[in-house]
């Protein structure tokens, strides 16, 4: 979100856990036994010590003590290519509802709606009811 603090966390392995640091934040440390828990523990972390909401803040993560620096590209680019994908979806999405509000109001049947976006009429009901 604009606006936002971020927060990068370096992540490493540490026997069986992963090991979230929060760079620049003292006593920002916190680890989690599987991966998918650790942004949960992080963002627990930081609420906790800064007394804010754990949506109040952005994070990023640097992963190359894993998967190396090289890796950590890959990684990056990855993660900035799906926010782009998913900010375009969110524009397609309310351009396509538009679309079906001017065909609905020039006259154009659901059916025949339907099949100029690419969908099911079910949908384009759907869509249109929300």
Same mark, same amino acid.
């Given at each position: 979100m604009v606006g936002q603090v971020k927060y990068t966390v370096t992540v490493t392995r540490e026997g069986k856990w992963w090991v979230g640091e929060v760079n620049g934040l003292r006593g920002g440390a916190t680890e989690a036994a599987r991966l998918a828990d650790l942004e949960t523990e992080v963002r627990d972390l930081i609420a906790g010590l800064l007394d804010v909401g754990d @949506? @109040?803040?952005?994070?990023?993560? @640097?992963?190359?003590a894993v998967?190396?620096?090289?890796?950590?590209?890959?990684?990056?680019a990855f993660v900035a290519e799906r926010e782009e994908l998913h900010e375009r979806r969110r524009r397609f999405e309310a351009e396509r509802l538009s679309a079906l509000k001017a065909l609905r109001d020039g006259g154009i049947s659901l059916r025949d709606a339907a099949t100029l976006v690419d969908l099911s009429h079910q949908r384009v009901a759907q869509l249109l009811s929300a």
């Open positions: @949506d @109040d803040f952005e994070l990023s993560w @640097d992963l190359s998967i190396g620096p090289q890796g950590q590209e890959f990684w990056e």
